[in-house]
Structures are given as C-alpha cells and as structure tokens.
C-alpha cells in the first residue's frame, strides 16, 4: 500500500472519513488475487478482492459488439437452463438490452434477476450493470462514420466479388422487413391520430435528417393548416416555441449521430407537456426517453452514410393515412394548388 492511503492523523481517524477514489491497482498482489479498489475508513481497510482474474482478462477483450456475441455463442454450451434463455435474448435484442435492468430482462425471458446477474458475471463481467455499461460503449463507438466506412470497405474485401449495388439493395430489404415486423400498428394509427387531432404540429430534423424533416413538413402542408418546420439557425428558437403546449405534437427525427439541438427542443417541448413522436434510428437515441411514441428505423447498411430508406417509407405512409383521415380535405387543397400552380407557370409540363 502507498503512503498516500493513509490518513494523516491516524489518532484523528474516529472524527475523519477518508476514502480513496477507486484506485483501480489491477495487478496481482499474489497468485490468485486481484485488488480493485482500497478505502480508508475509521482506521480499517477495506479491499475489494476480485477473485478471478480472467474476468478482467476479458472484460477487456469485447471490443466490439460482433466480439461479445462469439464469446457468448462459444461459452453457450456451458450455460445453465436460464442463462441460455438470457444469453439467446442478448444475442438477438443486444441493443434493447443495453437499456433494460436485470429484473426487465428476467421478466422478458422468463428468469429470475439472480440468473441474469449470474449470467454476466459467468461471461467475465462483475455484474449486470458493468455488462451494461459495455454493450452501451460498444454500440456508441459504432456511430462514426470513419467505423462505418472502414466496416464497409473490410466486408468489400472479403466479399469483392459481391456488387456494392446489390449488397445496399439487400440490405434495405431487410431493414424493411425487419421494421414492418417490429413495428406495432396500434403505435403507428396513435400516432397518425395525434397528428391529425393537433392544433400545431412542429416537425424537426438537423444535419442528415433535415431531408427528412423538410419532406414530411412539405407533405404534411396540403392537407393540415398548422405545420412548422424547426430551424434554429437563426437564434429564434423561443419565438418558433413560444406557444406550443399539450395541444399540439412535436415530430423529432434523430438518426446517428444525433443531433444535440433537435434532443433540446424536445426536451424544452416536453416540460411543456407537449406528446413527442420520436423517429429513430436506434434506442440509444438520446430522444427515447423523450418520445410518447417512438418508431425506431433501422438503417443497417455498411457504408459511412445511414440509409434512409426505411424513415422516408415510414413517412410516406404517415402522410398517406393523414391524407385518408382528413377525407374531402385533401382533394380540395391539391385542386387549389393545382390552380395556382397553373396561374405562376410553376412546372416546365
């Protein structure tokens, strides 16, 4: 032990509290002993002894999410009954668990808390939340673009033979079809009802989503009279939010890497009680806990930009319903525009 985990004044220590802030040592003081942390407290020491080592062996050795579900399909056959029924849930739902507790994940496999703690500690963590906290940074690093292209380019190399068309292609597919089976028709008609019932509807997307944001804005306009489209590069943010209140809805689209500004203005929105309808790419969204609704798009194709594929098809069907439920509505506002378009000579044909 060094000096400086001493108190000072040993004979002042029953009036003192001193405690070390988690110096991790991580080096055997013996054999088969590991040191993870050392406190001081009235006069005593108090260590916590890691009594295997190999779990800060591997610990280490997740790097990435691809890493972590080999290390748990090869440790598989070793697993109790209810481990196998957690380790079969994480390998399938790896980001869904990144956010959940460990009595959650019990309830959703059919396990109780304990087994799932003894899960994560079985595959090298200390518990629950530090296997948490891991899966969270690995999804995390995944976000940047320079991880993504440099994904894309080793796949290409091993796959060269493979078009770059035909992979991006299958890919959207799938995505498609993953969210339309993942996607709950009761949350999609709540939200087409809320949109309609608003007395405002504010939409905002920043950066790569303000494609995004603009077309749903844009579409939305023929057939309801309030549509605001956020854009805060002007510095009038209060003014476009002045009013909005629980009479209204607020649209947030938010894919990697999230944009901060469009997390704030929903976070100021929601303290005015104002249903937020968050679309996402992934639940580790910053606008999740934020979001009434939430429609999670998922965009998994390798290259350094996100497919928007599966977002602009659940806006079209967004629009689409609207459209529906406001009957006669539309048809009249098209006829109109149709007239003005022919008046200014708007369209080449």
């Known amino acids: 032990m060094t000096a400086s985990l001493m108190p000072q004044n040993a004979g002042d220590s029953a009036h003192q509290s001193f405690v070390h802030p988690y110096k991790k040592l991580d080096k055997p003081?013996?054999?088969?002993?590991?040191?993870?942390?050392?406190?001081?407290?009235?006069?005593?020491?108090?260590?916590q002894v890691l009594d295997n080592p190999e779990k800060l062996k591997d610990r280490d050795m997740y790097q990435t999410k691809t890493e972590l579900l080999e290390e748990?399909?090869?440790?598989?056959?070793?697993?109790?009954?209810?481990?196998?029924?957690?380790?079969?849930?994480?390998?399938?739902?790896?980001?869904?668990?990144?956010?959940?507790?460990?009595?959650?994940?019990?309830?959703?496999?059919?396990?109780?808390?304990?087994?799932?703690?003894?899960?994560?500690?079985?595959?090298?963590?200390?518990?629950?939340?530090?296997?948490?906290?891991?899966i969270q940074n690995m999804l995390r690093r995944n976000i940047s673009a320079i991880t993504r292209l440099e994904k894309r380019a080793e796949e290409q190399s091993t796959h060269g033979s493979k078009s770059i068309l035909r992979?991006?292609?299958?890919?959207?597919?799938?995505?498609?079809?993953?969210?339309?089976?993942?996607?709950?028709?009761?949350?999609?008609?709540?939200?087409?009802?809320?949109?309609?019932?608003?007395?405002?509807?504010?939409?905002?997307?920043?950066?790569?989503?303000?494609?995004?944001?603009?077309?749903?804005?844009?579409?939305?306009?023929?057939?309801?009279p309030k549509v605001r489209l956020i854009r805060p590069g002007i510095g009038d943010l209060p003014e476009q939010l002045e009013f909005a209140d629980k009479e209204d809805v607020f649209i947030g689209i938010s894919t990697k890497r999230y944009s901060k500004a469009t997390v704030e203005i929903a976070q100021a929105l929601k303290k005015h009680a104002v249903p937020i309808i968050g679309i996402v790419d992934n639940i580790m969204s910053p606008l999740t806990p934020l979001a009434d609704i939430q429609f999670t798009v998922r965009s998994d194709v390798s290259s350094f930009i996100e497919s928007?594929?599966?977002?602009?098809?659940?806006?079209?069907?967004?629009?689409?319903?609207?459209a529906l439920q406001q009957k006669a509505?539309?048809?009249?506002?098209?006829?109109?525009?149709?007239?003005?378009?022919?008046?200014?000579?708007?369209?080449?044909?």
Request: include cysteine.
């Open 72 to 134: 748990i399909q090869r440790r598989f056959p070793q697993l109790g009954r209810g481990q196998k029924k957690v380790a079969q849930y994480v390998l399938t739902h790896t980001e869904e668990v990144a956010f959940l507790t460990a009595a959650q994940l019990g309830k959703h496999v059919g396990v109780s808390e304990a087994t799932v703690v003894r899960f994560a500690s079985l595959i090298g963590y200390e518990g629950f939340p530090d296997f948490q906290r891991h």
């Open 29 to 47: 003081i013996c054999d088969k002993v590991y040191i993870k942390f050392c406190r001081i407290n009235f006069n005593k020491v108090y260590l």
């Open 167 to 224: 992979a991006v292609l299958e890919a959207d597919q799938t995505n498609l079809i993953l969210f339309a089976s993942d996607t709950s028709e009761a949350s999609f008609e709540q939200a087409v009802s809320m949109i309609c019932r608003a007395r405002e509807i504010y939409i905002c997307g920043l950066r790569s989503s303000y494609a995004l944001a603009f077309f749903l804005w844009f579409s939305l306009r023929y057939f309801l």
């Open 308 to 322: 928007e594929v599966v977002p602009m098809s659940l806006i079209n069907a967004l629009v689409t319903a609207v």
């Open 329 to 349: 509505k539309p048809v009249e506002a098209i006829g109109r525009l149709e007239n003005t378009f022919d008046e200014l000579g708007i369209y080449a044909m």
